[in-house]
């Protein structure tokens, strides 16, 4: 059981490139999130997926996108990086809210510089 | 909106002594109440976590939290801490049904001395 794996684990773009971040979970999570982490930010929400085809802006949306097609992955991709977007990246699961068993399952992150 | 506070940026404590960090959230009812640890490059992990029942909750790596209503804080405690616990420290809530997701506080950094 893998839980939840990030791709990549470091990447550095130059101003205006593209790319794609893959989160996979292996729990069979209804949820998944993307969140970005920056010094004395805390955790701030991007978009988040209640299900499969399904996405949610969260606090920080702009400048990015995301995808659920398949429920076990959540892609977030940036279309024209910029240096604000120069950040670590997580990825969460969860199941549904309204069980005991209800939690936040974290990857390890995505360390992402955008120069 | 709901709200989480860590009013404590950073806590230096000694190795040995005991450790408190504060939380406190803004919401009409009951929530989820977590805490997390993030140590240095890693994701987070899940510590404790409270849903209903008994108000001292007890987690991995000998921390325990206590829900207070009254005050809406869930503070976090251990009694004796260990060096390796020097890490960044998260309480996040959640209301108990719907979609609204996980709100999370700015952190508490704990570094420990000798």
């Known amino acids: 059981n893998a839980g939840v794996t990030q791709t990549p684990k470091f990447r550095v773009l130059k101003t205006g490139q593209s790319m794609t971040l893959l989160c996979a979970q292996d729990?069979?999570?209804?949820?998944m999130y993307w969140y970005r982490q920056d010094p004395g930010m805390g955790l701030r929400l991007i978009h988040y997926?209640?299900?499969?085809?399904?996405?949610a802006k969260g606090e920080v949306p702009d400048g990015y996108n995301v995808s659920r097609l398949k429920k076990q992955n959540f892609l977030l991709g940036l279309e024209s990086a910029a240096p604000s977007q120069t950040s670590v990246y997580f990825c969460?699961?969860?199941?549904?809210?309204?069980?005991?068993?209800?939690?936040?399952?974290f990857g390890p992150g995505t360390r992402l510089t955008v120069t | 909106a709901q709200s989480v506070t860590q009013p404590d940026i950073h806590i230096t404590v000694s190795e040995g002594a005991s450790l408190e960090l504060r939380c406190n959230y803004s919401?009409?009812?009951?929530?989820?109440l977590f805490w997390y640890v993030q140590s240095p490059g890693q994701g987070l992990q899940l510590l404790l976590k409270y849903f209903s029942g008994d108000t001292l909750v007890q987690g991995i790596k000998g921390f325990e939290a206590e829900f207070k209503r009254s005050q809406s804080s869930f503070n976090l405690r251990k009694p004796s801490v260990h060096w390796s616990d020097a890490a960044e420290y998260f309480c996040?809530?959640?209301?108990?049904?719907?979609?609204?997701?996980?709100?999370f506080g700015k952190g508490t950094r704990l570094s420990v001395i000798a």
């Open positions: 997926s209640v299900g499969e085809g399904t996405t």
């Open positions: 969460a699961s969860s199941r549904p809210r309204g069980q005991a068993s209800y939690e936040q399952y």
């Open positions: 919401y009409g009812a009951t929530p989820y």
């Open positions: 996040a809530v959640a209301p108990l049904s719907g979609n609204t997701p996980l709100v």
């Open positions: 729990m069979n999570h209804e949820y």
